[in-house]
């Protein structure tokens, strides 16, 4: 539609808060699905490594939905992803990650780097006047971010809302409230969360009426009331990026072999495609439901929630005696956290209940209540270096030989994880980016 003829020039908005928790990706959701339904072309991205986001944008967008990262996607593939979206969408959103200023790089950063207009989220459940500071100092904080507004969240009533609104220095910023009783269903907050995030999408029978809802919610907002020439205020000229480095075919004429169900569902879009450049062949396979692997000479076990369906996965003797014949006749696995987790001997969940896993690992994983890593991690693999990044809730022991470990970028504290390397299986709880060295990938697959 209207960035078609304007070549890639697009409205573009950051939903960014002050903290976590504050509503940002509800808001983007809802964003994303009100326009969808006018019948507009909706591109979503997520700031920072994140699977789960991505599912209910992508949902209510109806168009895929990418991180973007200048560390671990980097500067380039930000650009080219922002540029080819703007020559199709009518707008684009980016939900940020944590607060706006947090972390290295963080939202305001690529805010800044790229000219997004930012939109600020604000859990106004317990404040008045403040809402105003807090906006006002989200505004000013680095000077020279251009600046779309600012939108209370779980807002008691219109009094309530008045009083917010009152609050502002500057009353064309206030984008409206969305008050408390419409973003719940029954007991349970629009979008639930578990112990790494929201819940996956798909997991939810109901997840469309839930975007419908929260896109109705904020229908009735002044930013939801804007027509799309009104967004043309936030319109972002997205320049095209250096010419893209071809990827050599180094998987050609392979098929690969990926996970992908419920307990396996940390997957970037991006990752396949990569995989695909490189020239394999990709095939899906349910370790939940399939009793067999598909033919193929590698396997790729990405990350998810083995932990709530051990019992199932453990029960499936079949498909488990399929992975160890993979295996046994050399043919490598790469197993990223969930998947490394569901190789080895056993998986103890928090409350203590112990369930067998596949056995092909040796080692045992426990679960715990509070986070054991977070952050980016990088591994080189003799001058080939995969970005990404760590985000796990349990411990493994394990007699594995380690490979390598992986490293933090510079200025980062914290450990690297290991790289288990037993038989044909290479495991890690690192989660790579697979576009940030094709190379790397093609080694661990061959």
Known sequence: MGAALNGARCPAVLVTAAASGQGKTTVTAALARLHARQGRRVYVFKCGPDFLDPQWHQIASGTPAHPLDLWMTGEQDTRARLHAAALEADLILVEGAMGLFDGTPSAADLAERLGLPVLAVVDASAMAATFGALALGLQHYRPGLRWAGVLANRVASERHAQLLQGGLRTPEHWLGAIHRVSVRVGDQSLLPERHLGLVSAPELADRMQRLDAAADALAATPLGRMTLQDWQRWAVDFAPPDAEQETPPLLAGRTVAVARDAAFCFIYQANIDCLRRLGAQVVFFSPLQDAALPPCDALWLPGGYPELHAERLAANQALRDSLAAHVAQGRPV?????????????????????????????????????????????????????????????????????????????????????????????????????????????????
């Open 334 to 446: 790469w197993a990223e956290c969930g998947g490394m987790m569901a190789l080895c001997d056993a998986i103890t969940l928090a409350d203590g209940t112990r369930h067998a896993a596949w056995g092909l690992l040796p080692g045992a994983v426990r679960m715990q209540r509070r986070l054991a890593a977070l952050g980016p991690q990088q591994l080189d693999l003799d001058g080939d270096v995969l970005r990404g990044h760590t985000f796990h809730y349990s411990t493994l022991e394990s007699s594995a030989p380690i490979l390598t470990r992986t490293t933090r970028p510079a200025g980062v504290h914290g450990a690297g994880e290991a790289v288990y390397r037993h038989g044909s299986i290479h495991a890690s709880y690192f989660h790579a980016w697979f576009p940030s060295s094709p190379a790397a990938i093609a080694r661990l697959l061959t």
